[in-house]
């Protein structure tokens, strides 16, 4: 069965690294803090990559990893982030296999939306699974 869960979070940390600023290229690396509230508390830690072409934000890609509490459960898992930039809301894909702790056999799908006064909000359709065991 699967459980949505939903609310704001904020970013508390943004670390910007410029790699490249020439040509109206300006690419980045990032590394990013936020923490998550509502049906899941936890704090996700991003690190990303980013372009900017002629001082529009064009696309970004990044690994996050969320830890916290979900559904009555501790763990952790990973998110792959691959999306032109501006578009709204993004979605992002669960690595599979990625749930450590009570969060192992975690599976869905994950989305985050960006308000026009600069809150955030996710939504996460998820399902905890049959873990696998050994063969």
Do not use: C, N
Request: proline fraction near 5%; hydrophobic fraction near 35%; aromatic fraction near 8%.
């Amino acid at each position: 069965m699967t459980t949505r869960a939903t609310g704001p979070f904020e970013v508390e940390d943004f670390s910007p690294e410029t790699i490249l600023d020439r040509d109206g290229w300006d690419l980045g690396r990032i590394r990013l803090t936020k923490r998550f509230h509502g049906d899941l508390e936890a704090t996700g830690t991003v690190e990303m990559l980013s372009a900017v072409i002629d001082g529009t934000p064009t696309a970004y890609v990044a690994i996050e990893q969320i830890e916290g509490r979900l559904g009555g459960r501790s763990g952790r898992f990973l998110l792959q982030h691959a999306a032109p930039s501006g578009e709204v809301p993004i979605r992002l894909s669960m690595i599979a296999g990625s749930g450590r702790g009570d969060w192992a056999g975690l599976t869905g799908e994950f989305s985050i939306d960006a308000a026009d006064d600069g809150g955030h909000t996710y939504v996460f359709d998820y399902t905890f699974g049959e873990v696998p065991g050994p063969r």
